[in-house]
C-alpha cells in the first residue's frame, strides 16, 4: 500500500498526460504531491523529508514548465531529484561521517561496518544513474516514450535494485521473533542443561576441577 502511496503523483501524472497533455499532467502531479504531504502530515504528524524535497524540486520545475509552456522543465525533474539524494548520501557520507542508509536501515540490519559502506555506495551509484537514464530518455526518444518510462522503466529499475539487494543482504536481517522464542523457553523445559547449571552453582569447584 506504501509503494502505491509513493507513486501517487506518478500515477496520477501519467493518466492526466494520457487523457489531456503535459501541462495538465505537470499541474496534476504538483496537486497531487500537496495531497500526498497534506494526508501524510494529517495521519503521522510529520512529513520526511524526502516528500518536502520532491515538493520543491517538482513546485519548482513544474512551475517553469507551466510558466514558460517547456516541457523539458517538468522532463529534468526526476534527474535533478536522483542526483540531489545521490549527493546527500555522498555529502554526508564524506564530509559528515555519517551513512545514511545505515540510520534507516539498522533496525532491521545488523552489518559490518565495510558492508554499510557498500550498501552506501550501490545506492549513490544507482541514484546517479537514474538520473542519467531519464536524461538520455528525455533527449533521445518522444515525450510518449519518457512519460511510459517515467512510470514503467524507472519503477521497474527501481524494484530490481531493490530486490536484488534484499537477496544479497537477506542473511544480515533480524529476525526478532526466533529471538522472542529462544528467550522465552524456561530452564525447566530443558532439564539437562537445568542439572548440569545446578550442579554448577551448588559445587562450583567441582566443575572447576573438571
Known amino acids: 500500500m506504501k509503494f502505491i502511496f509513493d507513486l501517487f503523483p506518478v500515477i496520477v501524472f501519467f493518466v492526466a498526460y494520457k487523457t489531456y497533455d503535459i501541462y495538465v499532467a505537470t499541474a496534476v502531479a504538483i496537486a497531487a504531491t500537496f495531497v500526498q504531504i497534506g494526508w501524510t502530515w494529517l495521519r503521522y504528524r510529520k512529513v520526511d523529508k524526502m516528500l518536502w524535497m520532491s515538493l520543491a524540486v517538482i513546485g519548482l520545475l513544474g512551475g517553469a514548465t507551466l510558466m514558460l509552456q517547456d516541457e523539458l522543465f517538468i522532463m529534468w525533474k526526476p534527474t535533478v531529484l536522483y542526483w540531489l539524494f545521490s549527493t546527500i548520501l555522498l555529502v554526508s557520507s564524506v564530509f559528515f561521517k555519517k551513512n545514511l542508509i545505515q ?3 539498522e533496525k532491521q ?3 559490518p561496518r565495510n558492508v554499510w559502506g557498500k550498501l552506501n555506495a550501490s545506492w549513490i551509484i544507482f ?3 537514474m538520473g542519467c537514464i531519464n536524461l538520455h530518455i528525455a533527449y533521445g526518444y518522444s515525450l510518449d516514450t519518457w512519460v511510459n518510462f ?3 522503466g524507472s519503477t521497474g529499475l527501481m524494484i530490481i535494485f531493490v530486490v ?4 544479497m543482504l ?3 536481517v533480524k529476525h526478532p521473533e526466533e529471538d522472542k522464542e529462544i528467550i522465552a523457553v524456561p530452564m525447566d523445559d530443558c532439564p539437562v542443561e537445568n542439572a548440569m547449571a545446578k550442579e554448577s552453582i551448588e559445587d562450583p569447584k567441582k566443575e572447576k576441577d573438571n
Open 164 to 167: 536484488a539487494q534484499v537477496m
Open 170 to 172: 537477506g542473511k544480515y
Open 127 to 129: 541514484f546517479i544513474f
Open 109 to 111: 540490519l545488523v552489518l
Open 103 to 105: 540510520v534507516l536501515l
Open 150 to 152: 517515467k512510470l514503467f
